[in-house]
């Protein structure tokens, strides 16, 4: 056992700064700033912190306070030779956001953090900015580029971040074409973005989302782009061809698709086959349906596949649907994985109560106009009864994932298909939708009947919890 004197000894505080500096770092500056009461050890450690994050909520009765707390603690902290990072609160006076800015690129910092609400008024991004070179890391929010553009002077940044930045005034492809280690790109609702054109041997990530001011959008080269994340008009998509080696590929389409345009959906079909990993809604099962009876393993890679379901708006319907899925919609997927022969992992989001599952025929009009005749299939018939022959198996598929499932007639009819042919599965998780208490017993019910291929597969059902990871840009329903 330890002596006394053992027991009391600061361990902690015998640690060499750099450590200490670490620990802090993890705190908002309010929390590290609490800590210099500690013991004398602590007591200026503080101050000599490389990273500074400031956190305060917006409150616009507050801006006179948040200032002057902020200037102390950056009159306090002056003696910093150089600054790894800098996270800045929310503030609407432009003086004193210029002023913050001015301080951390004196000190060489390294990851750089600008927070603005976005009812806060225009706030110009200052010139001095864009000639920090030790800067690798930028998060904007809700402010504007200047006007002219500013010499941009950028080597060092691989990761920016734009969210609800106006470029009216400014050319984005321009401050692109100057930023040479540019690794990760994010552009979050910079609706005065009208086209954007990626030309980069470096970039690896590019995700840009809910642009709705984008008129044109084309990846003209991108030979190191592994994951491509989109969530827009499909419609307005250019050449995506500069992208051999794309890994993962996460897109989603606000507007109804123009199925029509055949040589538009072949292109980025052909960009997205190579991939591991697919989240993609619905809209896309239209052209599987074509493309698996044409071209079998077109996506020899993919082995994650996430689909997420589509607006009953978009197809023509207000009204909600009794049925989440269709047997048009299990006779598109159940094509689609032929398509597939690594496939390991199936996600399926039904979300039955707000949206439709719901995929037409490659003949079908897309949105069915008010008062014209929908065409549809007879689902008293088998979807399914096609790919039942002894041919047609899914040897790599290892988990599939049902979210807020229902024990409707064909979600129970897709998942006693995969369980016939997926002859490797390991599991088969049913996450029934929220406040499904009530149906858990009958559904229960219903899977123990079902027939399973894998002696290894096990079938659960579990309560909603949370959103797939992979799917989270999908789930993002942010506030325009």
Not at 35 to 48: A, E, G, K, N
Request: net charge negative.
């Amino acid at each position: 056992m330890l002596s006394p004197a053992t027991m009391a000894t600061d361990r902690i505080s015998g640690l060499p700064d750099g450590i200490l500096h670490h620990v802090l770092s993890f705190l908002p500056l309010d929390g590290a700033v609490r800590t210099s009461v500690l013991s004398s050890r602590w007591r200026r450690l503080w101050c000599s912190n490389p990273v500074l994050r400031f956190k305060f909520s917006f409150d616009e009765s507050d801006n006179r306070d948040v200032a002057s707390i902020v200037d102390h603690c950056l009159h306090v902290c002056s003696p910093i030779p150089k600054l790894r990072s800098a996270i800045f609160p929310t503030h609407d006076a432009g003086d004193a956001l210029t002023r913050w800015i001015r301080f951390a690129a004196e000190r060489a910092v390294e990851v750089l953090v600008i927070r603005r609400h976005y009812e806060s008024p225009p706030f110009y991004l200052p010139p001095l900015l864009f000639e920090c070179s030790s800067i690798s890391s930028l998060k904007i929010q809700c402010s504007r580029f200047p006007s002219p553009m500013p010499p941009v002077v950028l080597p060092s940044l691989q990761t920016l971040d734009f969210d609800r930045v106006d470029f009216s005034n400014g050319d984005l492809n321009a401050l692109l074409a100057c930023l040479p280690s540019l690794e990760n790109l994010t552009l979050t609702l910079c609706r005065s973005v009208s086209r954007l054109a990626i030309s980069s041997p470096v970039m690896r990530e590019l995700v840009v989302h809910k642009c709705f001011g984008l008129c044109r959008f084309e990846i003209v080269s991108a030979s190191n782009l592994r994951v491509l994340k989109y969530n827009g008009p499909l419609s307005i998509l250019g050449p995506l061809n500069g992208i051999p080696n794309l890994e993962e590929a996460n897109l989603r389409s606000n507007e109804s698709c123009n199925f029509n345009n055949r040589l538009q959906w072949e292109e980025l079909i052909s960009t997205i086959s190579g991939a591991k990993i697919l989240c993609i809604d619905t809209w896309f099962l239209r052209f599987f349906l074509d493309l698996g009876t044409r071209r079998i393993n077109a996506f020899n890679s993919l082995k994650d596949l996430h689909l997420w379901p589509i607006p009953n708006s978009f197809m023509g319907d207000s009204s909600s649907k009794s049925e989440p899925f269709t047997g048009a919609s299990i006779r598109a997927l159940a094509s689609a994985l032929k398509s597939c022969p690594s496939l390991q992992l199936l996600c399926i989001h039904v979300f039955e109560s707000r949206i439709a599952f719901f995929v037409s025929y490659v003949n079908r009009v897309d949105v069915v106009e008010e008062g014209e005749a929908e065409n549809v299939e007879d689902d008293d018939d088998d979807p399914l009864e096609e790919f039942e022959g002894v041919g047609y198996t899914l040897p790599s598929l290892k988990m599939v994932n049902l979210i807020e499932y229902s024990g409707k007639r064909f979600e129970n009819r897709l998942m006693r298909f995969l369980l016939v042919k997926a002859v490797n599965l390991q599991s088969m998780s049913l996450i029934y939708e929220p406040n499904g208490e009530d149906k858990l017993h009958w559904m229960q019910q219903e899977v123990n009947s079902w027939c399973i291929a894998s002696p290894t597969a096990c079938v659960s059902l579990s309560e909603y919890d949370d959103v797939c990871p992979k799917d989270e840009m999908f789930s993002n329903d942010e506030s325009d």
